[in-house]
């Protein structure tokens, strides 16, 4: 079956994506979804299907956490140095954005996230107000999304946003999944300025969702190992492009 081959390969698939796809209208859809939840290939979500077993090992976030993890604590060091004390952050999921979180443990913030990982790296602190977005937890990278998460976001007003991204070259930030694309387009819509960690790895990839455009950024955090063509890249667009 086309469908389920689909979901082999892809983590989460919209339904709209999917009727263009396979040329099928969207109840005949939702009826082979129904099959194929009952068989244990997919579980329902809003808007869509996630694989429950996909062959993508890059959104796990454990296996995330150790890959270029020296670059991620260095880029989390030089990130930290742009919050202010008393400002309000959102962090957004991912790996390095935890490491930005170890680095200001001790700093009168307040924080917004959609990450469980970082929600945890407050639990014993006293300094830092820590609020939840809510919303459809998605497993493997234990984030918060879907419309929960981003009518909670349309609420909030953030002095800034650090958040991490799958993909980024000259056309802007990408991702394949669109209920988190949808979650980090109103993280964006909400804070003042946008900054970027990434390591080297994530330049040049372009996944299949276009989530914001480069000029939409403020600052780019990035490693050493980064090419001169990206940094140029960076540059050229107008944000700031910092090597940790």
């Given amino acids: 079956m086309r469908l389920q081959e689909l979901f082999t390969a892809d983590e989460f698939l919209n339904l709209n994506d999917l009727c263009q796809r396979l040329g099928a209208s969207r109840s005949s859809l939702r009826r082979d979804l129904i099959e194929l939840e009952g068989r244990g290939v997919l579980r329902r979500v809003h808007g869509g299907a996630i694989s429950l077993n996909p062959r993508d090992d890059s959104l796990d976030f454990r296996k995330l956490s150790s890959s270029h993890h020296e670059e991620k604590v260095r880029i989390g060091e030089v990130a ?18 935890v490491e930005v979180a170890r680095q200001i443990l001790d700093r ?9 990982a970082v929600a945890q790296v407050f639990w014993d602190c006293k300094q830092v107000e820590v609020t939840l977005t809510g919303g459809y937890m998605y497993p493997r990278l234990a984030i918060q999304l879907g419309p929960i998460c981003e009518r909670m976001l349309e609420g909030v007003a953030a ?8 993909g980024i070259t000259h056309l802007g930030l990408s991702d ?14 909400v804070a003042r ?8 790895s994530k330049f040049g990839r372009d996944s299949m969702l276009h989530v914001a455009d480069l000029a939409d950024l403020d600052i780019v ?6 090419a001169p063509e ?4 960076i540059e050229d667009s107008g944000v700031e492009c910092m090597l940790a």
């Fill in 159 to 166: 002095d800034v946003l650090i958040m991490g991204v799958r």
């Fill in 108 to 116: 009168p913030v307040q924080i917004i996230t959609n990450s469980l």
């Fill in 193 to 200: 300025k946008v900054i970027i960690v990434a390591d080297h």
């Fill in 230 to 233: 990206f940094q140029q890249m």
């Fill in 221 to 226: 955090v990035s490693d050493v190992k980064l």
């Fill in 80 to 97: 930290a140095t742009l919050v202010e004390n008393g400002q309000t952050i959102i962090l957004g999921g991912g790996s390095t954005t």
């Fill in 176 to 189: 394949s999944n669109s209920l988190v694309v949808g979650s980090i387009r109103k993280m964006i819509e």
